[in-house]
């Protein structure tokens, strides 16, 4: 199946592109589209996994609208927002 | 129920009309209480909207003196006030362009040890605080509480914003259920987009204040002004959340 990842706030910087789409097999997860794209793209992998491979705590998922958990899955997903946290107003 | 005087009247003529809003509307504003925790970029924006608009009372809530690089996006600041405490200089900005609003300046930021303080008589909360700390601090305050609080935030072009309707609706915490690892002081942002969320904010609490519209409950406003998309996402509340989850 192929997804639609669109990077939102510094990972767009260290991906290096705005959205790509992604091939994965079918009955893939959350964690599963994360950990290919750590293996596409190193610079993202600090951003997206944790020490121990799992689902940086702080990312924030979205599939198709709708925040969603690691072990997700993703059949019949068309798009999927990435986005680290952000803060606003300034010090 | 109180009627508007004369010179309110005509000061807010231009909304008066607004369908769903009208005198009734006006007299929420002017009765109310917001906190706005910090005013600098976005949450200076909110509190200048909030003034015109006749909300009664705006505690704003901001350490610190006003320095150089604040200048590019804290429009209630000026060259002239570079060294000065930055919750002044807003309060100044807000009596001139409206006297009748009540401004309350606190020069301390938002913490864990001074938030019941904070929200202590306050209807709503907008927060535009730069750390998490302080924003989930706030959030557990305001849940705790039952007040409404209206979450800000930006980032280079990129802004979002999170409506927390105590227990009605997703919270701070429900959202980031850790504490994401701390910010550099500095992030690139234009004022523009400071202003941006700064003014939707606003409106979300004028919205809030006078019982007009629809609020963002349940959803996080994504916007990016690179491609002027806007979109909202949904969040939902978190059976076990630590703020405002079913054991709490
Ligand atoms: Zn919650």
Redesign the pocket.
Known sequence: MTITVRYQAQLRQAAGVASESVSLPKGATVLDLLRTLAEQRPALTAHLLGNTGGKRPSLLVFADDHQVEATQSLNGIVEVILMTPIAGGLF | MAALEDEDRLRYAWQLDIAGFGEAGQLRLLQATVLITRAGGVGGCVAYQLAAAGVGRLRLAHGGPLRLDDLNRQLLMSQAGIGRPRVELAAERLHALNPHVRIEPIAANASPENVAQLLDGVDLVVSCAPLFAERLALNQEA?RRGIPLIDCAMYELEFQMLTVLPRRS?????LYPEEPPAWRRRFPVFGAVAGTVGCLGAMEAIKLLAGLGEPLMNRLLLGDLRDMSFRRVGVE??PD?????AAV
């Open positions: 849940v997703a919270c701070l915490a429900c509340r978190r959340c630590a703020v405002c989850g």
